[in-house]
Nanobody, 117 residues
Framework: QVQLVESGGGLGQPGGSLRLSCAASRTIFIFSAYTIKWYRQAPGKERELVATTISGGNTNYADSVKGRFTVSRDNAKNTVYLQMNSLKPEDTAVYYC?????????WGQGTRVIVSS
């Protein structure tokens, strides 16, 4: 069973930074082959795709975070990171990572980010 564990959320200040982590279980033996996606959902809003990293190393970002967020991966540690810089209050949301394995999407439990003074 694929397990994803997220961490790194909390309270950030406008203009500050946070780093989120998504660690996958050891049942994934070739982590580098997987595409990992970061989503977020704010109260009263639809889920938004924030960033994607694929096995070839390419990354994609939503316009709302482009230039501020960076996704990276450490395949040896089965971990994906989301570096969040220049935080804005509108970044406040629950952040999730997601991975697809054999046609099934797996999700972490989510980590809450609040950006406020």
């Amino acid at each position: 069973q694929v397990q994803l564990v997220e961490s790194g959320g909390g309270l950030g200040q406008p203009g500050g930074s946070l780093r989120l982590s998504c660690a996958a279980s050891r049942t994934i033996f070739i982590f580098s082959a997987y595409t990992i996606k970061w989503y977020r959902q704010a109260p009263g809003k639809e889920r938004e795709l924030v960033a994607t990293t694929i096995s070839g190393g390419n990354t994609n970002y939503a316009d709302s975070v482009k230039g501020r967020f960076t996704v990276s991966r450490d395949n040896a540690k089965n971990t994906v990171y989301l570096q969040m810089n220049s935080l804005k209050p509108e970044d406040t949301a629950v952040y999730y990572c997601s991975l697809r394995d054999r046609g099934t999407d797996y999700w972490g439990q989510g980590t809450r980010v609040i950006v406020s003074s």
